[in-house]
């Protein structure tokens, strides 16, 4: 059947022309994201292991329990164990990088939908789009932006990742009682100071629930992160398909999976605690 409509034509053309007339802003983002994952991995893989597995235990002890810290200690030590840790810091990295990123710009637009229902119906649909599009799509403008290696990585990872700390934000802070508003607002508040001593602080426990998901999200991305030479975990279970090892591939996706159980209780850890 032909194309009546052919919408991937002008999407490929918007495409080729931002290539084409960003590449002075898209190399200067380039130059920061490597700096930023590759001073983050220079730390992690120079730092002796038992002290990162100290740091994540003591943290999950704080935060999560006596459970959680020995699941923590044991799956830390078990991925260092299984050779893996390089590429566990790797992708640590990536996460980090990219779930910060996330938030810088997920937060204040979750604030921007909550307060104004033009940027609301604007953005939604946007974030309706990041959630359903297939995340191999992501990497095709990112390779043209970026060529391959961590930087497209992390931008596909941060699309991917965005939605959920948008849409808890804005949930969160139209949650907040009107009456506490008011009140304030009655006390001489400013806008200002509403929104950073009485929305937020009141929301915080429902932002924190958007960056828990930002995190596992990121996650998620790392095996096609690795499809454009990103490095991590994602690499090696790339790897493990590849060449058919079952081995390879099975501890490198356990690794994530003991990654993310960390992250994931730790995170909720910070969200029980302001509960």
Not at 43 to 49: A, D
Not at 62 to 88: D, Q, Y
Not at 105 to 126: C, D, F, N, Q, V
């Amino acid at each position: 059947m032909n194309k009546t409509i052919d919408i991937g034509q002008y999407v490929e053309t918007a495409i080729n022309w931002l290539t084409e007339n960003g590449k002075p802003v898209f190399d200067v983002i380039k130059h920061l994201g490597n700096s930023s994952i590759m001073g983050i991995e220079w730390v992690l893989t120079n730092t002796p292991f038992y002290v990162i597995i100290l740091f994540f235990t003591l943290l999950a002890l704080w935060k999560a329990g006596k459970g959680i810290a020995v699941v923590t200690a044991a799956g830390l030590s078990l991925i260092f164990l299984m050779g893996l840790w390089k590429e566990t810091m790797e992708t640590l990295a990536l996460i980090f990088v990219s779930t910060i990123t996330a938030l810088i710009l997920s937060i204040p637009l979750g604030i921007l939908a909550a307060k104004s229902t033009i940027a609301e119906k604007i953005i939604r649909p946007l974030l309706d789009l990041m959630q359903t599009m297939p995340a191999f799509v992501y990497l095709i403008p990112a390779v043209l932006f970026f060529s391959i290696g961590k930087v497209p990585g992390a931008f596909a990872t941060i699309i991917f990742a965005m939605p959920p700390a948008v849409r808890l934000t804005t949930l969160g802070i139209e949650a907040v009682p009107k009456d506490i508003v008011e009140a304030a607002r009655a006390f001489g508040a400013t806008n200002r100071q509403i929104l950073f001593k009485v929305e937020l602080p009141l929301a915080m426990k429902t932002i924190l629930t958007g960056i828990n998901q930002t995190i596992l999200l990121s996650l998620s991305m790392v095996v096609i992160a690795g499809m454009i030479a990103a490095g991590g975990l994602g690499e090696k279970v790339l790897e493990g398909i590849n060449n058919l090892d079952i081995g390879l591939g099975f501890e490198s996706g356990l690794s994530v999976v003991i990654l993310a159980i960390i992250l994931d209780r730790i995170t909720q850890g910070f969200v029980k605690k302001k509960q």
